[in-house]
């Protein structure tokens, strides 16, 4: 025997509750339709759940790989400044070496054999990079010669920077040579006697004069043609009062006749100190000085140290 569903239901009269009998079978096939329905739209709702998550990670996910990409752009724009930089700092490298050489051409100084210069091993690359790249382009091969040009140039600057120490090394000792070079006269005036043979004032014989004679009013002042210091001062025999000042380097200068002496033996002097006053002490005819350039113990031409 087939059950029925009872259904009640009204149909809008207050009274009026009428009484509907449904088959069971269609009663388990409604539900069944509902429970279908209620499990389809569930399943729809999940998937859509789902696929509105992916889509919002596919979205996140695809601005993050935009700025990463952005953030490489960058990155190799920033490897070709540097690149850039490398180059130009290559050429300053370079420059430095032109002008080190410049300045031993004018100085006179010859490359040291143990000097290290920019060629070799160590010297700039002459190979310039290729920095002129698309940013969308790797940047690998350019890296690499990065460092290996960035390695190379710095044991370059280190060599030009012991070669500069050394110049500089080597114009010290020049201006040291320089400054003791006697290249002024010691007092102004009018050569009386020259550096050479000559007949003797007091014999009428020739003789080697090793000086030149200066003359000038007594108490004139006379000053030191370079810088050294006092080796003597004294009186002599036939040279009066006497002033030598040693240079060093093997140069020897000699301020003979001198009135008065105003320096001590041992004292350190400048071109251009005051020695003493121009006097005729000594063997000598008239106020003068007798000046003397002697290189290793020989006498010279004062006349060939005497620039201004």
Not at 68 to 93: D, G, H, P, W, Y
Not at 113 to 128: A, E, R
Not at 239 to 245: A, D, Q, S, Y
């Amino acid at each position: 025997m087939k059950k029925n569903f009872k259904i009640w239901f009204h149909t809008g009269s207050e009274t009026d509750i009428k009484e509907l009998n449904v088959p069971q079978y269609i009663a388990y096939l409604f539900f069944l339709i509902l429970f279908f329905m209620f499990t389809g739209l569930l399943y729809t709702g999940v998937d859509y759940y789902r696929l509105k998550s992916t889509s919002f990670k596919n979205k996140s996910l695809n601005n993050t790989i935009t700025e990463q990409q952005e953030e490489i752009k960058s990155q190799r724009r920033q490897i070709q400044s540097f690149a850039e930089n490398i180059t130009e700092l290559k050429k300053q490298v370079k420059n430095l070496c032109i002008f080190e050489n410049r300045v031993r051409l004018i100085a006179d100084i010859a490359q040291s054999d143990d000097s290290s210069g920019l060629i070799g091993i160590g010297g700039v690359p002459n190979t310039d990079l290729d920095y002129n790249l698309e940013p969308e382009v790797k940047h690998n091969n350019l890296i690499r010669e990065m460092h290996e040009q960035v390695r190379q140039t710095s044991l370059a600057t280190i060599k030009q920077t012991q070669d500069f120490e050394e110049l500089i090394k080597e114009l010290h000792k020049k201006k040291n040579i320089l400054a003791s070079t006697p290249s002024i006269k010691p007092v102004d005036g009018w050569i009386s006697s020259k550096f050479g043979y000559r007949k003797s004032p007091f014999t009428g014989l020739n003789e080697f004069h090793s000086g030149l004679d200066i003359a000038n009013k007594k108490g004139t002042k006379i000053i030191a043609t370079a810088n050294g210091r006092v080796s003597y001062a004294g009186k002599k025999l036939l040279i009066g009062n006497l002033v030598t000042i040693d240079h060093g380097h093997g140069i020897v200068t000699k301020y003979g006749h001198l009135n008065k002496i105003l320096v001590k033996t041992g004292t350190t002097v400048k071109r251009g100190d005051v020695l003493g006053l121009l006097g005729n002490t000594g063997r000598s005819t008239g106020p003068h000085v007798h000046y003397e350039v002697r290189i290793n113990g020989t006498p010279v031409n004062p006349a060939k140290y005497i620039l201004n």
